[in-house]
């Protein structure tokens, strides 16, 4: 995946959370963050990896994202591997 296609799943992952009464304010609890942050931060690939380590932490959240935008299953996790830090660690 190029990293502007990565960017544009994590907008697509912003503009899911943003319209979900019930995960906006878990993402927001858990990163720290708050609207105001989120709206600047809107094209910071940082976020946009935050965003998709949240959704891919639950595959009941994978699975909405997807079907609501029309995805592949596996998109947000190869998104989020092209964003910054989501590389590959090798511990050895």
Known sequence: ???????????KALGWIASNDDLLPV???A??????????AADDP?????????ICMDDAWVTAFCDATGLPY???????????????????
């Open 1 to 11: 995946m190029q990293r502007e296609n990565a960017e544009a799943v994590g907008l």
């Open 27 to 29: 993402f927001l609890g």
């Open 31 to 40: 990163s720290g963050a708050d609207v105001e942050a989120l709206k600047a």
């Open 46 to 54: 940082g976020l946009l990896g935050a965003l998709l380590d949240f």
């Open 74 to 92: 596996d998109a947000p996790m190869r998104a989020r591997a092209v964003l910054p830090g989501g590389e590959t660690v090798h511990w050895t």
